[in-house]
């Protein structure tokens, strides 16, 4: 099977940074698209930031030239820069990756990890 597993989140004040980590465990042949999703209380899980297998990224309107993506292979891992923090961040932070896990089958499956906490207050 495969797992992601978040870490980084933690309390911040405001104008601060937090750098968020994903790393990805089990059968992966290769990893694909990965994103960032968060969820605030009461309001629906949204994307964060994305980044496909050749590094284009994308991100949503509100953490543009605040949040930064970043991928490396080698480790299976995708990060998630945060800087200039603002309360409105406040959510839980989700990873997703689309994982290919047999070079025999071109099949490919979406993962999710947990989730990790990211909380900005003063």
């Known amino acids: 099977q495969v797992q992601l597993v978040e870490s980084g989140g933690g309390l911040v004040q405001p104008g601060g940074s937090l750098r968020l980590s994903c790393v990805a465990s089990g059968s992966i042949f290769s990893m694909n698209a990965m994103g960032w999703y968060r969820q605030a209380p009461g309001k629906e899980r949204e994307l964060v930031a994305g980044?496909?297998?050749?590094?284009?990224?994308n991100y949503a309107d509100s953490v543009k030239g605040r949040f930064t993506i970043s991928r490396e292979n080698a480790k299976n891992t995708v990060y998630l820069q945060m800087n200039s923090l603002k309360s409105e961040d406040t959510a839980l932070y989700y990873c997703?990756?689309?994982?290919?896990?047999?070079?025999?089958?071109?099949?490919?499956?979406?993962?999710w990890g947990q989730g990790t906490q990211v909380t900005v207050s003063s």
């Open positions: 997703n990756a689309r994982i290919r896990k047999s070079r025999y089958n071109p099949r490919e499956y979406d993962y």
């Open positions: 980044i496909t297998s050749d590094d284009s990224t």
